[in-house]
Nanobody, 115 residues
């Protein structure tokens, strides 16, 4: 089992930055994929960014060049650095992990981009 806890959401003005962090706890070996999804009101949950255990990454087109993802395998953490934030980035952001053929999700953290 993998438990995921996010931190770092909040309110930021357009053009600002936020950093989200997620820590995995429980009983597990090397987690294959970790990443972030988001869900805005009235929309489906979508991939923001993900990173494999060998540090290969994938980003949504809408965040390329603005967001950076990193992970620390020793500490079982994944972070999302979000720069040049736009109002359309407003959503609940969920930490994600894929381990032993199962998906695991955090409880979500709200990110609001507004002036």
């Amino acid at each position: 089992q993998v438990q995921l806890v996010e931190s770092g959401g909040g309110l930021v003005q357009p053009g600002g930055s936020l950093r989200l962090s997620c820590t995995a706890s429980g009983s597990f070996g090397r987690i294959g994929l970790m990443g972030w999804y988001r869900q805005a009101p009235g929309k489906e949950r979508e991939l923001v960014a993900r990173i494999s255990s060998d540090s290969s990454t994938k980003f949504a087109d809408s965040v390329k060049g603005r967001f950076t993802i990193s992970r620390d395998n020793a500490k079982n953490t994944v972070s999302l650095q979000m720069d040049s934030l736009k109002p359309e980035d407003t959503a609940v952001y969920y930490c994600y992990a894929w381990y032993s053929f199962k998906d695991y999700w955090g409880q979500g953290t709200q990110v609001t981009v507004s002036s």
